[in-house]
């Protein structure tokens, strides 16, 4: 009996046992809908993920204050005074650098607006920034060199943080705010990055490093250096020159460790998307258990059809049907109704994708190379399902499988 | 014995058929030798358990015997692979059995045609060569009914018409009216007469003295062995009803 011969018996039997088809099938429509929308909300997260650190600033490389933790010892711990401005004046000059941003932040910073206020983080910074983190401004100014110089109490905010105090950019530009009670002038709102939650981009105060330092912090140190350089090619060499020049200000020796790190947005990048695959991953684990779980519906449909139709096998084999005739046949069926159960699955699958992405706030959308694998999963669940049941029918003693009531 | 083993179609010599059920063995056939030509009607009579099924399973290649030959036509069905012997069945043998087994859900003439398709003969064919065998069962109008449509009379005559779909020199019936009326009965002897009539071999098991008065050959089988061999006109005239 060909392929072709099996498929239009299978069809046949199918279509007389409708409901129990339906039902069968049900279970792979239900996995393979799971994995294309799981799959398409899994792709989804880990797009927004990288674009959403890719927007915190391209080749950039941060230097953190305080040793980073080698070989599961702290270095250095304390003894230096580590990051100060004159450190990230130190790096300007640095072959391959475009910018040097010195950071100071200070959470929990309460904004009040009139009657309106909110708490957000102040970052003391220079003009710099902009061009470190890729901050553009929407409407009045960035900070200048003149403000940093002359200590301004000047702000530039994130427009989430002028939105959270009730006012549009245009309201908010030219009046004064009060930044722990202490005012300061709005002159400028940087454009939306996008972003929500937690670490999200638009919520911030920029003011003059000098400002802050003199009105928050104390001293001359800094939390953070912000470099950009020219080209993504060069972080590694930017990086050890960086390395090499903050050692020597800080008379580090030898074998002492850094008291600083660096930390680049590449390796950032790596980080989040490491994580987002293993994410996504998971995702495809859990519809891959439902897809499982309904080829185990199949292949037990299939052991109670071979019991069912004991006879009817007995019949096919004293007309002349093989081994492998029988075999054929319940393969077949088993195959058909996963891959039909596959097909509805695909199209459920991409129908929800978009409303199951809204709901996790993800722009999610089913991709072929998700559909593919949903689909030859499925083939497969299908022929390993009717594996046995095809053997079982086609060992069937034809003299008992005639005699069975 | 009728006819010579050089023209005849089924040979037994000395056909044993043991089962082993758990530490016992059932003997259900204890040597069994006998000479079917082609073109002969047998009728193959018995109580139940004497072994007569397990004949004709052995007959049909649908199962080995445990010792002794059989021959089918001329070839020892020893050296006959699970394949060769599926496709002999196919090819050589159609099987009437006492409940139909037709398969429930396809047409009659898709029960009919089904042999053809283990034959791999073309669809177009198929269908050809299934409505005339319909039509010579007389059942040409029934062609797209359900088995459970039909009744008892009609459906065995699909099941002949089966049978004979793939042209067989042999037909093995194992009580083809033990579950049918009378009328019907009636009218399944006179097609299997007419059948025997046209050249076709035919091996009937029965309790009916009936069909067995139409046989030219009566097997009487007991505990495992052939207990009588004899032309059914002797058996007529020994008192059953003609």
Do not use: C, W
Not at chain 1, 26 to 39: D, M, Q, R
Not at chain 1, 124 to 151: C, I, W
Not at chain 1, 153 to 159: K, M, Q, S, T
């Amino acid at each position: 009996m060909s392929y072709m011969e099996a498929l239009r018996l299978a069809m046949r039997r199918l279509r007389t046992n409708a409901l129990r088809t339906g039902l069968t099938a049900l279970g792979v429509i239900i996995g393979v809908a799971a994995l294309v929308s799981l799959i398409g909300v899994g792709q989804g997260t880990q797009a927004a993920l990288t674009s959403r650190i890719a927007s915190l600033g391209t080749n950039l490389l941060s230097v953190n204050a305080g040793a980073s933790f080698t070989g599961g010892v702290r270095g250095a711990a304390g003894t230096a005074t580590t990051l100060t401005e004159d450190d990230a004046a130190a790096l300007v000059p640095l072959p391959g650098i475009a910018a040097v941003a010195p950071e100071m932040p200070v959470s929990n910073v309460v904004v009040v607006a009139g009657r309106n206020n909110t708490t957000t983080s102040l970052t003391g910074t220079s003009p710099a920034e902009a061009h470190v983190r890729s901050y553009t401004v929407q409407t009045g100014t960035f900070l200048s060199d003149v403000e940093v110089a002359k200590s301004l109490r000047v702000a530039v905010l994130g427009p989430t943080t002028v939105a959270n105090l009730n006012m549009t950019p245009e309201q908010i530009v030219g009046t004064t705010v009060e930044l722990n009670g202490i005012p300061f002038e709005v002159i400028g709102v940087t454009e939306p990055k996008g972003g929500s939650g937690f670490a999200n981009p638009d919520d911030f105060v920029f003011a003059p490093i000098s400002t802050v330092q003199a009105a928050f912090t104390g001293g001359t140190t800094l939390r953070t250096i912000g470099v950009s350089v020219n080209d993504p090619n060069a972080i590694a060499y930017a990086s050890s020159a960086i390395e090499l020049t903050l050692r020597s200000r800080h008379g580090l020796v030898a074998s002492a460790s850094d008291d600083f790190s660096l930390v680049s947005q590449n390796q950032l990048l790596t980080v989040a998307s490491d994580q987002s695959a293993t994410l996504r991953n998971f995702l495809i684990g859990i519809a891959a258990i439902a897809l499982v779980v309904g080829g185990i519906g199949i292949a037990n449909t299939m052991l109670v059809s071979v019991r069912e139709r004991v006879r009817e096998i007995g019949t096919r084999k004293a007309i002349g049907a093989r081994r492998r005739d029988i075999g054929r046949q319940f393969l077949v069926e088993a195959v058909i109704v996963s891959l039909g159960g596959a097909l509805i699955g695909v199209v459920v699958g991409v129908l929800v994708t978009g409303p199951v992405g809204a709901a996790v706030n993800v722009p999610a959308r089913a991709s072929l190379p998700g559909i593919a694998l949903a689909f030859f999963s499925s083939l497969l669940v299908g022929i390993v399902a009717g594996f046995l049941p095809a053997r079982q029918a086609a060992g069937l003693d034809p003299v008992e499988a005639l005699r069975y009531e | 014995m009728t006819g010579t083993e050089a023209e005849a179609l089924l040979v037994g010599e000395d056909l044993q058929r043991v089962y082993r059920m758990g530490e016992s063995e059932v003997r259900a056939l204890r040597g069994v030798t006998f000479s079917i030509a082609l073109g002969e009607s047998v009728a193959i009579m018995g109580p139940s358990g004497s072994g007569k099924s397990t004949l004709l399973h052995l007959l049909g290649l649908l199962d080995r015997p445990s010792a002794g030959r059989y021959l089918f036509a001329g070839v020892d069905t020893a050296r006959l692979d699970d394949d060769h012997s599926a496709a002999l069945r196919n090819r050589a043998i159609g099987f009437v059995f006492q409940n139909f087994n037709l398969v429930s859900g396809e047409t009659a003439l898709d029960n009919v045609a089904a042999p053809l398709v283990y034959a791999g003969v073309k669809r177009k064919e198929r269908t050809e060569r299934a409505r005339e065998a319909l039509d010579r069962v007389g059942l040409s109008d029934r062609m797209h009914h359900d088995p459970s449509q039909l009744s008892g009379g009609q459906r065995q005559r699909v099941a002949i018409a089966r049978a004979l779909v793939t042209r067989p020199p042999l037909l093995l019936a194992d009580e083809p009216t033990g579950n049918l009326d009378s009328t019907s009965s009636a009218e399944i002897f006179s097609l299997l007469a007419q059948l025997h009539s046209e050249g076709l071999t035919l091996v009937t098991i029965t309790h009916d003295p009936r069909i067995a008065a139409r046989a030219e050959r009566v097997l009487r089988v007991e505990d495992g062995r052939i207990v009588s061999d004899e032309n059914s006109a002797a058996y007529a005239q020994a008192g059953a009803p003609a």
